[in-house]
């Protein structure tokens, strides 16, 4: 791929941003797309997690921090079987702890080449979470090559916080999915895993929904590392997040059929005690890419 192109991506992805075209950010990498969470993780509702209260997720939910974020992407990992040749793109997210609920903006802007072309992916999650995680609503718009490839709205509802629900579509239409008991929506997802890291609580299992998908949902097993030094804040990008608490967390995502001995992928990454996520390595076996914090702006809380 030519400096050119490269260039083309990174400026509409600050365009996108709102931001000025400055230094690049984003280097050439091999990466297949995936969505993340506010801050890319999946918690526990198993026997074997450590359950936290009502009370206790109040008190994580009101730490969680609203911010926008920009990654940029690096090879952590290439193996001699993967056929692709380059990626340039980068990450952007925008989460919004609000009086109603919690707003999740994230978007992917990737082109790759391969020998058989290139490919520019443009993909849109928008979602809301409702205070009680029990009702989470999404749209998701992936394009390619300028051309719509797929598109999914609708709704999902729990019966109660961590019990069995069901999603349903808008678009397509006429479908429905089934959500089992212990089921979670990303932000419950976020309080759960930091309440469980602040107890010493280390293995963790869940199915997960988060608006990627009208075929199923997600089973993830993690572990959570041990507490990292508390963060210094000593250069003006992890500024914001002085004397916060952090972990490293590893997580493995399977798909619902259950049916598989060896994860689709794997994230790893540094989770901080207010939400935000640095140092995140997707894992796909054959290959593997860094997302660095680039760009993080802590916006305030509205008052309610």
Not at 97 to 115: H, K, M, P, W
Request: charged letters at 20%.
């Amino acid at each position: 791929m030519s400096a050119v192109a490269r260039l083309r991506i990174l400026f509409l992805l600050l365009a996108l941003l709102g931001l000025p075209a400055g230094p690049i950010l984003v280097a050439p990498v091999l990466v297949a797309p995936v969505l993340v969470t506010p801050v890319l993780v999946t918690v526990a509702f198993a026997a074997n997690a450590r359950a936290a209260d009502a009370g206790q997720l109040d008190e994580i939910a009101r730490g969680l921090v609203s911010h926008r974020a920009l990654y940029s992407l690096s090879v952590a990992k290439l193996d001699a079987r993967n056929y692709r040749n380059g990626i340039a793109g980068g990450l952007s997210l925008e989460f919004v702890n609000a009086c109603d609920g919690y707003v999740l903006n994230q978007r992917f802007l990737i082109e790759t080449s391969t020998e058989d072309g290139t490919l520019l992916n443009n993909m849109v999650l928008n979602s809301w979470e409702s205070l009680d995680g029990q009702r989470f609503r999404f749209q998701m718009k992936d394009e390619v090559n300028g051309d719509l490839d797929q598109e999914l709205a609708g709704e999902g509802m729990l019966k109660g916080r961590g019990e069995s629900g069901l999603v349903r579509f808008t678009q397509p239409e006429d479908t429905e999915l089934a959500l089992p008991a212990g089921t979670a929506f990303p932000t419950e997802h976020t309080m759960r895993l930091i309440s469980l890291a602040r107890t010493g609580g280390n293995w963790l299992h869940a199915a997960v929904y988060d608006g990627a998908s009208a075929e199923g949902y997600s089973e993830v097993g993690g572990f959570i590392g041990g507490e990292l030094p508390v963060e210094k804040g000593d250069t003006p990008l992890l500024a914001p997040l002085k004397g916060q608490r952090s972990w490293r967390v590893r997580l493995a995502y399977f798909t619902s059929d259950k049916s598989q001995d060896t994860p689709d992928y794997e994230i790893a990454y540094r989770l901080f005690e207010n939400g935000v996520a640095d140092d995140i390595v997707f894992d796909y076996g054959d290959y593997a890419i860094r997302a660095s914090l680039r760009l993080l702006e802590i916006k305030p809380r509205d008052p309610c």
